[in-house]
T-cell receptor, first 114, second 110 residues
Framework: DGGITQSPKYLFRKEGQNVTLSCEQN?????MYWYRQDPGQGLRLIYY???????QKGDIAEGYSVSREKKESFPLTVTSAQKNPTAFYLC?????????????FGPGTRLTVT | GEDVEQSLFLSVREGDSSVINCTYT??????LYWYKQEPGAGLQLLTY?????DMKQDQRLTVLLNKKDKHLSLRIADTQTGDSAIYFC??????????FGAGTTVTVRA
């Protein structure tokens, strides 16, 4: 089955630690995205990548880092510099930009930092 | 500017129609989208409309676009319990960026 997997579903970390969230897709999509979702707010774009070895900052990139070494993988690292890291993180991919090419979403990772 | 607004909650009786409204600000948006999110899950694209259209129908879903007022609505006919979810409106603001509303939580009551 084609799709996007994110692991783990729930993640707990102590304040001050970096943590890496996994996102893998087997849809052969060129573009991949990371969003953050907070209660009562829309999705906010953290980083996106149009193609392997290239990525751009989204609206809230501070305190986050990404890499895109392989087409199917786009891991997100939440660093200790992120002031409020507890949130639901969603990864997505698409065949092209935001035309009719649909963004496919993974099931999300809920990160709790205490 | 980039700002998408939606009402936060909607309660509807099973079998009735649901109408979810959205306003957006970027008049250059090419596509407008409706996504559905079930509890604890990712988003699923329900439908989209190109900005030169004013209506799109897909089975129980009807999208209306008033470009002059920058108003988008999603009507769900014969609402079922499985339609209970959060519905997000989104506009394309560049080739690779979408701006999402805060989401409307739809509760279907028996």
């Amino acid at each position: 089955d084609g799709g996007i997997t994110q692991s783990p579903k729930y993640l707990f970390r102590k304040e001050g630690q970096n943590v890496t969230l996994s996102c893998e897709q087997n849809l052969n999509h060129d573009a991949m995205y990371w969003y953050r979702q907070d209660p009562g707010q829309g999705l906010r774009l953290i980083y996106y990548s149009q193609i392997v070895n290239d990525f751009q900052k989204g609206d809230i990139a501070e305190g986050y880092s990404v890499s895109r070494e392989k087409k199917e993988s786009f891991p997100l690292t939440v660093t200790s510099a992120q002031k409020n890291p507890t949130a639901f993180y969603l990864c997505a991919s698409s065949t092209q930009g935001t035309g009719p090419g649909e963004q496919y979403f993974g099931p999300g990772t809920r990160l709790t930092v205490t | 500017g980039e700002d998408v607004e939606q009402s936060l909650f909607l309660s509807v009786r099973e079998g009735d129609s649901s109408v979810i409204n959205c306003t957006y600000t970027d008049s250059s948006s090419t596509y407008l989208y409706w996504y559905k999110q079930e509890p604890g899950a990712g988003l699923q694209l329900l439908t989209y409309i190109f900005s030169n259209m004013d209506m799109k129908q897909d089975q129980r879903l009807t999208v209306l676009l008033n470009k002059k007022d920058k108003h988008l609505s999603l009507r769900i006919a014969d609402t079922q319990t499985g339609d209970s979810a959060i519905y997000f409106c989104a506009e394309s603001i560049s080739d690779y960026k979408l701006s999402f509303g805060a989401g409307t939580t739809v509760t279907v009551r028996a």
